[in-house]
C-alpha cells in the first residue's frame, strides 16, 4: 500500500504577511489596578493548542528599555523621587501575574484571551553587551492551570461520566470558560480519591463511550483539551466525524496564481510522514488485544480476544459504525496472521470485573444493584486501548499563513499532489488519492512576529486512503 510506505517529504516554506498584535498587557500581582503593556516591545508571539493538553499555552519574547515604566521610591528627608524602571523591575514580574493577550489574522479572525492567561516563567535572553536594553521570554499558561494545583476531588459521584468531567471543571475548579461535552453512554460510579481535577478527568477518558458515536463493545475513548474557545471533551470517533472546517491544497505553483477554487488555504509547507511501526503498534495493541477478565462475585474466568478486522475484515469495520477519517485501515501482511489457541493477539490485559464497585446510595439500594457491574470492563478497557492506538496511524506537518479560525480537534480536508514516480516530482492535475483527504488537527501553533505570520499543523489520523471532498459543506456556485 503507498500510504504505508517509509516516507518524509518536505518543502521550502514561502512568506506569510504578519497579523495584527493589539494587546499585551501584564497585570501586576500587588496591585490589580496597574497594568503595563509590552506591545511595543513585543518581538516574537507563539501560541499553542494540542488534543494533548489540558490546557493552551503560549510563549512571548519582548525587549524593554528599561523606561517602561515609572515608579516612585522615598528619597532622604521623606522626599519622593520617581524612576523609570523596566516593566519587570516595575510591577514586578516574579510569575502569576495575568496577561490580557488579543491578536487578530489577515481573515478578522481574533483571538482574544482578556487576563484569561497566566505567567508561569519568566526569564532573561541573552542581549549584546552593547546595548542597554534587555530581552525577555514569559510563557503563558491558562489560569486553571494554576487552579489545577490548588484544588482536589474528594466527593463520590454517581451519573455518566460526562457529567463527572462537567463537576469537576464547574463546581471543583469552578471555570467560567465554555465546556464544549460529547454525552457518554458510560454511567459510572465514581470517587476522585482526592486528586487533581485534571488528573482524574484523563483518568476517566479511557472509560468514556460516546452516546452517540461510539457504540457499546465496537469503540471507546475520549480526549480532554483546551481551545481558546474554552474546554472540550470528546470521543475519539466524534473527532473523526467532525464537520469539515477548511479545505487545503499544497502543490508547487506560483503564489500569485492564488487557491484553486473549492479550496480555502493553500499550504506553503508539507512534511508527511507515515507513524506506523509495525511492532510498536502491535505491542500496544492496536489492532488486536486479548482480555482475561476475572468476575470476583461468581469467579468466573473469561478469555477473549478482539480483532479490529474481525473475521470479514475491513467490511466488519464498515458495518460495526465505527468511525474512520480515511477509506480503511492499515492492511498488514495475511503471512503473518496466525490461527489456533494464544495467537493473532499482541497484547494481553488483566481485568477484574467492577461486580458491586463503589455502589452508592441506600443499604437497599446497594443490595440491589451489588451483582450489577459499575464499570462493563469488558466493553470499554480494551477497545479504548486500540483506538487511542490507532489514531495517530498517520501524520502530515504542515504550515499555511495564519489562520486563527482553526482549534485542535477540528477535521480538515487535505490534499495532495501525486509525485510521478518516473520524473520524480509533483504531477499538479493528479492528487494524492492514498495520503489525501480528511485529518484531525492534532496540535497547532501560531507564530506572530512584526513581518510574519504561520500557523503550524500537526494532522493526524487512523486509516489511509482519500475520503471526502474539497467542496463539502460549500454552495458550489460560489466556486463556479
Given at each position: 500500500?503507498?500510504?504505508q510506505g517509509?516516507?518524509?517529504?518536505?518543502?521550502?516554506?514561502?512568506e506569510?504577511?504578519?497579523?495584527?498584535l493589539?494587546?499585551?498587557?501584564?497585570?501586576?500581582?500587588?496591585?490589580?489596578?496597574?497594568?503595563?503593556?509590552?506591545?511595543?516591545?513585543?518581538?516574537r508571539?507563539?501560541?499553542w493548542?494540542?488534543?494533548?493538553?489540558?490546557t493552551?499555552?503560549a510563549s512571548?519574547?519582548f525587549?524593554?528599555?528599561?523606561?517602561?515604566?515609572?515608579?516612585?521610591k522615598k528619597?532622604?528627608?521623606?522626599?519622593?523621587?520617581?524612576?523609570k524602571?523596566?516593566?519587570?523591575?516595575?510591577?514586578p514580574i516574579?510569575?502569576?501575574?495575568?496577561?490580557?493577550?488579543?491578536?487578530t489574522?489577515?481573515?478578522d479572525?481574533?483571538?482574544d484571551?482578556d487576563?484569561?492567561?497566566?505567567?508561569?516563567t519568566?526569564?532573561a535572553l541573552?542581549?549584546?553587551?552593547?546595548?542597554?536594553s534587555?530581552?525577555?521570554?514569559?510563557?503563558?499558561v491558562?489560569?486553571?492551570f494554576?487552579d489545577?494545583?490548588?484544588?482536589r476531588?474528594?466527593?463520590?459521584?454517581?451519573?455518566e461520566?460526562?457529567?463527572?468531567?462537567?463537576f469537576?471543571?464547574?463546581?471543583?475548579?469552578?471555570?467560567?470558560?465554555k465546556?464544549?461535552?460529547?454525552?457518554?453512554?458510560?454511567?459510572?460510579?465514581w470517587?476522585?480519591?482526592?486528586?487533581k481535577?485534571?488528573?482524574a478527568?484523563?483518568?476517566?477518558?479511557?472509560?468514556?463511550?460516546s452516546?452517540?458515536n461510539?457504540?457499546s463493545?465496537?469503540s471507546?475513548?475520549y480526549?480532554f483539551?483546551?481551545?481558546s474557545?474554552?474546554?472540550h471533551?470528546?470521543?475519539?470517533?466524534?473527532l473523526?466525524?467532525?464537520?469539515q472546517?477548511?479545505?487545503?491544497?499544497y502543490?508547487?505553483t506560483p503564489?500569485?496564481?492564488?487557491?484553486?477554487?473549492?479550496y480555502?488555504?493553500?499550504?506553503l509547507t508539507?512534511?508527511?510522514d507515515?507513524?506506523?511501526?509495525?511492532?510498536?503498534?502491535?505491542?500496544?495493541?492496536?489492532?488486536s488485544?486479548?482480555?482475561i477478565?476475572?468476575n470476583p462475585?461468581?469467579l468466573?474466568y473469561?478469555?477473549s480476544?478482539?480483532?479490529?478486522?474481525?473475521p470479514?475484515?475491513?467490511?466488519?469495520?464498515?458495518?460495526?459504525?465505527?468511525?474512520?477519517a480515511?477509506?480503511?485501515?492499515?492492511v498488514?501482511?495475511?503471512?503473518y496472521?496466525?490461527?489456533g489457541?494464544?495467537?493473532e493477539f499482541?497484547?494481553t490485559?488483566f481485568l477484574t470485573?467492577?461486580?458491586g464497585?463503589?455502589?452508592?446510595?441506600?443499604?437497599?439500594e446497594?443490595?440491589?444493584?451489588?451483582k450489577?457491574e459499575?464499570?462493563?470492563v469488558?466493553?470499554?478497557?480494551?477497545q479504548?486501548?486500540?483506538?487511542?492506538?490507532?489514531?495517530?496511524a498517520?501524520q502530515?506537518?504542515?504550515?499555511?499563513p495564519g489562520?486563527?479560525?482553526?482549534?485542535a480537534?477540528?477535521t480538515?480536508?487535505?490534499?495532495?499532489p501525486?509525485?510521478?514516480?518516473?520524473?520524480?516530482k509533483?504531477?499538479?492535475?493528479?492528487?494524492n488519492?492514498?495520503?489525501g483527504?480528511l485529518?484531525?488537527?492534532?496540535d497547532l501553533?501560531?507564530?506572530?512576529?512584526?513581518?510574519e505570520?504561520?500557523t503550524k499543523?500537526?494532522?493526524i489520523?487512523?486509516?489511509?486512503?482519500?475520503?471526502?471532498?474539497?467542496?463539502?459543506?460549500?454552495?458550489i456556485?460560489e466556486?463556479?
Amino acid at each position: 500500500m503507498a500510504g504505508q510506505g517509509n516516507k518524509n517529504r518536505k518543502r521550502t516554506v514561502r512568506e506569510s504577511s504578519p497579523a495584527l498584535l493589539q494587546r499585551v498587557d501584564i497585570i501586576s500581582n500587588e496591585n490589580k489596578s496597574t497594568s503595563v503593556s509590552v506591545l511595543q516591545g513585543t518581538v516574537r508571539v507563539l501560541y499553542w493548542e494540542s488534543i494533548l493538553a489540558d490546557t493552551v499555552s503560549a510563549s512571548i519574547v519582548f525587549t524593554d528599555a528599561g523606561n517602561t515604566m515609572t515608579r516612585t521610591k522615598k528619597g532622604q528627608g521623606h522626599g519622593k523621587r520617581r524612576k523609570k524602571v523596566s516593566a519587570v523591575e516595575g510591577l514586578p514580574i516574579i510569575g502569576q501575574e495575568k496577561v490580557a493577550l488579543k491578536f487578530t489574522d489577515n481573515n478578522d479572525n481574533t483571538l482574544d484571551f482578556d487576563a484569561s492567561l497566566s505567567i508561569n516563567t519568566i526569564k532573561a535572553l541573552p542581549t549584546s553587551s552593547q546595548t542597554t536594553s534587555k530581552s525577555y521570554e514569559i510563557v503563558l499558561v491558562s489560569n486553571e492551570f494554576f487552579d489545577n494545583e490548588k484544588v482536589r476531588v474528594r466527593v463520590p459521584k454517581r451519573g455518566e461520566v460526562s457529567d463527572h468531567v462537567k463537576f469537576m471543571l464547574e463546581d471543583v475548579i469552578k471555570t467560567e470558560k465554555k465546556i464544549d461535552l460529547d454525552d457518554t453512554s458510560s454511567p459510572l460510579d465514581w470517587c476522585g480519591h482526592n486528586t487533581k481535577p485534571f488528573y482524574a478527568i484523563n483518568k476517566l477518558s479511557p472509560k468514556a463511550v460516546s452516546a452517540e458515536n461510539q457504540g457499546s463493545g465496537e469503540s471507546a475513548g475520549y480526549f480532554f483539551w483546551e481551545t481558546s474557545e474554552g474546554y472540550h471533551f470528546k470521543s475519539i470517533d466524534t473527532l473523526l466525524s467532525g464537520d469539515q472546517k477548511k479545505s487545503i491544497i499544497y502543490n508547487e505553483t506560483p503564489d500569485s496564481a492564488g487557491v484553486p477554487k473549492g479550496y480555502d488555504i493553500k499550504a506553503l509547507t508539507l512534511d508527511v510522514d507515515n507513524r506506523i511501526n509495525v511492532q510498536e503498534k502491535l505491542q500496544r495493541g492496536a489492532y488486536s488485544t486479548r482480555r482475561i477478565v476475572l468476575n470476583p462475585w461468581d469467579l468466573n474466568y473469561e478469555v477473549s480476544t478482539i480483532d479490529a478486522f474481525g473475521p470479514e475484515g475491513q467490511k466488519a469495520i464498515n458495518d460495526s459504525g465505527m468511525k474512520l477519517a480515511g477509506d480503511r485501515l492499515p492492511v498488514l501482511n495475511d503471512a503473518y496472521k496466525k490461527e489456533g489457541a494464544d495467537s493473532e493477539f499482541a497484547r494481553t490485559t488483566f481485568l477484574t470485573a467492577t461486580t458491586g464497585q463503589l455502589c452508592m446510595g441506600t443499604s437497599e439500594e446497594q443490595i440491589e444493584k451489588s451483582k450489577e457491574e459499575n464499570l462493563k470492563v469488558k466493553e470499554v478497557v480494551n477497545q479504548s486501548i486500540m483506538r487511542y492506538n490507532q489514531l495517530f496511524a498517520s501524520q502530515i506537518t504542515i504550515t499555511i499563513p495564519g489562520e486563527f479560525s482553526l482549534h485542535a480537534g477540528d477535521t480538515v480536508f487535505l490534499d495532495i499532489p501525486q509525485i510521478s514516480e518516473s520524473e520524480n516530482k509533483v504531477c499538479n492535475d493528479e492528487v494524492n488519492e492514498e495520503d489525501g483527504g480528511l485529518y484531525i488537527i492534532a496540535d497547532l501553533c501560531h507564530y506572530i512576529t512584526a513581518k510574519e505570520t504561520y500557523t503550524k499543523l500537526n494532522l493526524i489520523r487512523d486509516s489511509f486512503g482519500r475520503t471526502g471532498s474539497p467542496t463539502k459543506g460549500k454552495n458550489i456556485a460560489e466556486l463556479v
